[in-house]
């Protein structure tokens, strides 16, 4: 499956623990089916101290999710979506809202 989800799109979670929350792509791990999201599903971490600059303690970090576990919202329709393609004359590709028929890559 190819990954239609880029950096910096909004999605909602739409299953799992988090579902029904909204956040900003981090990372997309395109080889793993992985999406990393601003504040969603938050992990902590017991860092051990290693030195003076990191004192170790608890970290908060993303922890992964499954793409197929979040959809794209769509910025015109305010809806989770699925991504279209669509040519455009220029000859440029990009994606479109399956709902509403929009263009969802900022330019
Ligand atoms: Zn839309």
Redesign the pocket.
């Given at each position: 499956m190819k990954a239609k989800l880029k950096k910096d799109d909004t999605v909602l979670v739409v299953a799992g623990r988090e579902r029904g929350k909204s956040g900003k792509v981090v990372r997309v791990l395109r080889e793993r089916g992985l999406v990393l999201v601003e504040r969603i599903n938050m992990i902590k971490r017991h860092q051990k101290p290693a030195g003076p600059q990191s004192p170790g303690g608890i970290i908060e970090k993303e922890a992964a999710l499954n793409l197929s576990n979040v959809m794209l919202l769509?910025?015109?329709?305010?809806?989770p979506?699925r991504v279209g393609r669509k040519v455009l004359d220029s000859g440029s590709h990009v994606r479109v809202?399956?709902?509403?028929?929009?263009v969802?890559d900022k330019s």
């Open positions: 769509c910025a015109s329709c305010d809806k979506t809202c399956r709902n509403c028929g929009e969802v």
